[in-house]
């Protein structure tokens, strides 16, 4: 089970951004254009904002708090958002608009790497969720704005 924990928790993440790629590289020039616009809007103010919030609301890593040996090497700093999953459910996010479906299993491989990492001892909870509602927020802000200019 630590094996699959370990898995989820460092490469996973990488799993989830190869679909991604698969499903961008396989859409027409005109859909690749736009997701483009909509990614070169949506992720850095999402990376941002997390950084933001990151300044705002600390949660020691729960080996730093629990005082155990986490299943992963992982500094002791500041444990929220968790930034693997805040990569991948941006990415998500960014998906949605043009595929429900893709983004669906994005979705699933994000919960699966962050709780992978709760489990692993390096994130709590929060600061999975965290991490998501920050994406998925970002991006339907993103989405009502580039939306009104028909880029979306």
Same mark, same amino acid.
Request: no cysteine; proline share 5%.
């Given at each position: 089970?630590?094996?699959? =924990?370990?898995?989820?928790?460092? $490469? ?9 790629? *698969? ?12 997701? =483009?616009?909509?990614? %070169? ?6 990376? %941002? ?21 986490? !299943? ?23 998906? $949605? ?8 299993? !994005?979705?699933? !491989?994000?919960?699966? *790497?962050?709780?992978?990492? *709760? ?13 998501? =509602? =920050? ?10 704005? %580039? ?6």
């Amino acid at each position: 089970m630590n094996t699959l =924990i370990i898995f989820g928790a460092k $490469y996973l993440y990488l799993a989830a951004i190869a679909v991604a790629l *698969v499903y961008f590289l396989k859409q027409p020039r005109e859909i690749k254009k736009r997701i =483009i616009i909509f990614g %070169l809007a949506s992720l850095p103010i999402t990376y %941002l904002v997390a950084k933001l919030a990151g300044h705002f609301y600390y949660d020691p890593r729960p080996f730093a708090a629990g005082n155990f040996t986490p !299943l992963i090497p992982h500094a002791d700093d500041n444990g929220f958002p968790s930034d693997h999953t805040l990569i991948l459910a941006a990415i998500a996010s960014v998906i $949605y608009p043009f595929s429900k479906k893709a983004s669906a299993v !994005l979705w699933m !491989l994000a919960f699966a *790497v962050g709780f992978s990492r *709760v489990f692993a001892g390096v994130h709590h909870s929060i600061d999975i969720f965290g991490s998501m =509602i =920050i994406a998925a927020v970002v991006s339907v802000l993103t989405v009502r704005l %580039l939306g009104k200019r028909g880029m979306v």
